[in-house]
Nanobody
């Protein structure tokens, strides 16, 4: 099993919403920053959003800013990506990732959840 497990993907019409969730597979999981990335067919993986584990700092890609919101629930060790006003160009595999140190690289990844937005 992947160390991080994403869920919540699916097929939605343009203008619709989805909420992705990310949960660690192990109860001992710890992280400094959690990030969401996506990869569309034939394209490279791109950064979408991130949140520090204490929830005090978030960061967003310009392409999704305002439409997407990243959040976490520390008690449940869950991270969420609320996606509103979805567009066909948001279609991609979405991945959850963890950076274990401040300023470190994302060193733990999930297997991804597919989001498909129809026009």
């Amino acid at each position: 099993q992947a160390p991080l497990v994403e869920s919540g993907g699916g097929l939605v019409q343009a203008g619709g919403s989805l909420r992705l969730s990310c949960a660690p597979a192990a109860s001992t999981f710890s992280s400094y920053t959690m990030g969401w990335f996506r990869q569309a067919p034939g394209k490279g993986r791109e950064f979408v959003a991130s949140i520090t584990w204490n929830g005090l700092s978030t960061s967003y890609s310009e392409s999704i800013k305002v439409r997407f919101t990243v959040s976490n629930d520390r008690a449940k060790k869950m991270v969420y990506l609320q996606m509103d006003s979805l567009k066909p160009e948001d279609t991609a595999m979405y991945y959850c990732a963890s950076a274990s140190r401040a300023g470190g690289t994302y060193d733990t990844w999930g297997q991804g959840t597919q989001v498909t937005v129809s026009s």
